[in-house]
């Protein structure tokens, strides 16, 4: 059974960072590009950040760029998002998202991604 738990969300004020992992289980990892994903209150989940499977290429949406860094570790099974300067616009659930493909594409479908996490709540206080 696929698993993919994420932590390290948490309260922030405006200006901090916090790093986010999401810890995959159950599938071959090497073999899955990996992203994640934020869903604000009243708001549709939107793609912030995907990695392909060997870490060589990096996608981001524009929002986040030059503030967040995805990275992966295939020895531990493990995704991370390292988000810095976070704003209080950056407030949602954060949910890691694997499928098994190479290509990564900037703003896809959350149809795209196989596998979900159950999310980490990121709030960022003004």
């Known amino acids: 059974q696929v698993q993919l738990v994420e932590s390290g969300g948490g309260l922030v004020r405006a200006g901090g960072s916090l790093r986010l992992s999401c810890a995959a289980s159950?599938?071959?990892?090497?073999?899955?590009?990996m992203a994640w994903f934020r869903q604000a209150p009243g708001k549709e989940r939107e793609f912030v950040s995907a990695?392909?499977?060997?870490?060589?290429?990096?996608l981001y949406v524009d929002s986040v760029k030059g503030r967040f860094t995805i990275s992966r570790d295939n020895a531990k099974n493990t995704v991370y998002l390292q988000m810095n300067s976070l704003r209080p616009e950056d407030t949602a659930v954060y949910y890691c998202?694997?499928?098994?493909?190479?290509?990564?594409?900037?703003?896809?479908?959350?149809?795209?991604?196989?596998?979900w996490g159950q999310g980490t709540q990121v709030t960022v206080s003004s």
């Open positions: 998202a694997a499928k098994l493909s190479e290509a990564i594409f900037i703003e896809p479908p959350t149809a795209a991604y196989d596998y």
């Open positions: 159950g599938l071959s990892f090497n073999y899955h590009s």
């Open positions: 990695i392909n499977r060997s870490g060589g290429r990096t």
